[in-house]
């Protein structure tokens, strides 16, 4: 490996470059994937990044172990620190600007980047969704979890769920307000879950409470927090854009539904009954909308 010259932050380059050496042949390969793919690996799991690199998942956390860190989690934050990415929706703005010739180039960033993502999900996350598939599909009542940006995620999944004839509760309030819709998980059998970033208070509730009433969790996250992943039945990483940049969710809008249609295939006399009944219901408004018309 020829040899770098670092920032001065840049801990994971100065760990490399020291083990390297040390590192046996199959190691040595996960630490010069981690060194030359850093964006990507943040947003990877232990069996994607294996999968990357043509190794195990074990593979990679003794790698990760060997670089002197304690897990993936801590070398995504060391990653993230050392690329200069701040988290913050400014920050994130700020580079995606800067990347952009002009503001003509906006609309074929925006289309670039979810062509990127849709042709990066790979084998394994498809499995995830069909996992997550097989847990809704069998659930009469789902909660679907989300707040702030990612309400609007989940309040576009609970309509379109309720409308394939699943029952479902909405949980997006911040707060302590979000206590008061927890209320209504007992009874649910499944949650659908919206959580990206660092674990915060209203997530962690409502995993915890999750737990205690036995509910299986599906769950999209880029988190680097794996306090939120490992606690969920069903893990679908998809990335919410490039990393560093401008939050855009739909990757994760085609996967839900996706996943909508799969659980409308596995209960399709539900779904249909729902449905047309809901067809029912519009006739009678257009008519008594007419009625109400005519008498104008």
Not at 93 to 116: F, G, I, K, Y
Not at 186 to 203: H, I, Q
């Amino acid at each position: 490996m020829r040899k770098q010259s670092f920032p001065e932050a840049d801990r994971v380059g100065e760990r490399i470059a020291k083990q390297h050496a040390k590192l046996s042949p199959a190691l040595g390969k996960v630490a010069e994937y981690i060194n030359t793919h850093r964006q990507a690996v943040m947003e990877m799991t232990a069996a994607e990044l294996g999968i990357a690199v043509g190794t195990s998942d074990a593979t990679v956390i003794r790698a990760v172990q060997a670089l002197g860190f304690a897990s993936i989690r801590e070398l995504k934050q060391e990653l993230a620190s050392a690329t200069g990415f701040g988290s913050t929706p400014a920050d994130n703005m700020v580079r995606t600007l800067a990347a952009l010739p002009d503001h003509n180039m906006a609309v074929r960033h925006v289309l670039t980047t979810h062509s990127e993502l849709m042709a990066g999900i790979s084998d394994a996350e498809c499995r995830q969704m069909q996992a997550a598939i097989s847990i809704l599909a069998g659930a009469l009542r789902i909660g679907f979890y989300g707040i702030g940006p990612s309400a609007a995620l989940a309040q576009y999944a609970h309509f379109n769920f309720v409308r394939a004839g699943c029952r479902g509760i909405l949980l997006d309030a911040c707060g302590i307000a979000l206590a008061d819709q927890l209320l209504d998980l007992d009874g649910v059998a499944a949650l659908l879950m919206f959580a990206y970033g660092a674990a915060y208070p209203e997530a962690e509730a409502t995993i915890a409470e999750a737990r205690r009433l036995a509910i299986p969790i599906v769950l999209f996250s880029d988190s680097l927090d794996d306090r939120l992943a490992r606690e969920a039945e069903v893990l679908i990483p998809i990335p919410r854009g490039r990393a560093g940049s401008m939050a855009l969710h739909g990757a994760t809008l085609v996967c839900v539904e996706a996943i909508l249609l799969g659980v409308i295939a596995k209960n399709t006399t539900r779904a249909m009954v729902t449905l047309r009944k809901l067809d029912e219901l519009r006739w009678t408004l257009r008519g008594r909308r007419k009625g109400v018309h005519a008498k104008l």
